[in-house]
């Protein structure tokens, strides 16, 4: 399975502009700039797409261990704060903080636990990113 995104600049990094485009059509011709990725302007950046596919991820890697444990969540909200650094490199994606919210009717807190481990590893946006994934879990 591949999948892909199309990514259009014009311009210099300042005063540029982009647009982000995926086949599915829920990106397209999706703004981003400097100002969306440094600045609070309206649009996207690479960042910000970049934490909702570990929180989407995360989310239903978490589903299917916790089905491994017999247990099945009403409700899995998941936030994915991931942090841009300048290094003396350049910049970088230096971590992924997942918060974790999870109504589970009946949950052993232990097992969740585990599971919640499990899936922040097996991810494949967690294995993907070359970065310190942290994680806060609880149950509602």
């Avoid at 995104?5 to 059509?25: F, I, V």
């Avoid at 011709?29 to 570990?54: C, I, M």
């Avoid at 909200?77 to 910049?91: F, I």
């Amino acid at each position: 399975m591949k999948r892909k995104a199309t990514a259009e600049w014009q311009g210099g990094l300042k005063d540029g502009k982009g647009w982000l485009t995926t086949p599915s059509g829920v990106l397209s011709k999706t703004p981003y700039s400097f100002h969306t990725r440094f600045e609070d302007q309206p649009g996207t950046n690479p960042e910000e797409l970049v934490a909702a596919a570990h929180a989407g991820c995360f989310s239903m890697a978490l589903s299917a261990q916790l089905a491994q444990e017999g247990m099945t969540a009403q409700s899995i909200t998941t936030t994915a704060e991931v942090t841009l650094e300048k290094q003396d490199a350049g910049w970088a994606v230096t971590a992924s903080h997942l918060t974790l919210t999870a109504n589970i009717p009946g949950a052993d807190p232990e097992k969740f636990q585990a599971a919640a481990q499990r899936a922040k590893e097996g991810c494949p946006i967690s294995k993907l990113l070359n970065a310190k994934i942290t994680m806060d879990a609880r149950l509602a």
